[in-house]
């Protein structure tokens, strides 16, 4: 590979390009508008018009399960944004831009040379990612909560493990648990 090719393709600025296309990508996604699939709507009519309590204490109907803390995110999010397509897409489409963020810090952490270059690359046009960032499910929350627990891994394993950081790691995985989807029942 030539020597001026590897230098623009490991280039802070090459990162930066493909975090923007991966933003646009799913920006686009999320202005579309797209008609919500079934497993969407069947969720959505909870969010929408179940009362709280038993959004947050009661099995979902429709065989439907989200996890609690994206019920609430999910709520609060059409309660200030109104009751609309887009706000029930909001979250997800916030934590896919954050996975983004943090994918790029994950790639340069975990690889080298062109290794960042090539998986954030994938990560910001591959279409599951951009899909689920529209997808009114958790799918991207989970996303974003793997990411950031490997994030956390390496801090752990590159510095001295210090009564703080390990505390921060149970911390951030005992919330993680409040977005994981519950076992089926």
């Not at 079934?38 to 709280?52: A, N």
Request: aromatic share 12%; hydrophobic share 55%.
């Amino acid at each position: 590979m030539g020597t001026s090719l590897y230098r623009a393709l490991t280039a802070p600025h090459t990162l930066t390009a493909l975090v923007l296309i991966g933003v646009i990508l799913r920006l686009w996604a999320y202005l579309a508008d797209t008609a919500l699939y079934l497993d969407e709507i069947l969720l959505s009519y909870s969010i929408l018009d179940l009362p709280l309590v038993d959004l947050l204490t009661r099995p979902l109907p429709l065989d439907q399960v989200a996890p609690l803390g994206f019920l609430i995110i999910e709520r609060c999010s059409v309660t200030i944004f109104g009751h609309n397509e887009f706000a029930l897409r909001l979250f997800p489409f916030a934590c896919a831009i954050v996975s983004l963020l943090l994918f790029r810090r994950l790639a340069e952490r975990a690889l080298t040379g062109v290794g960042p270059t090539i998986a954030l690359f994938v990560f910001a046009i591959g279409f599951p990612f951009i899909r689920y960032s529209v997808v009114v499910k958790q799918y991207e929350l989970d996303v974003m909560a793997a990411i950031l627990l490997m994030l956390i891994a390496f801090n752990l394993r590159d510095r001295w493990t210090a009564t703080k950081r390990l505390l921060l790691w149970v911390l951030s995985d005992s919330l993680s648990s409040v977005f994981r989807k519950p076992p089926s029942s």
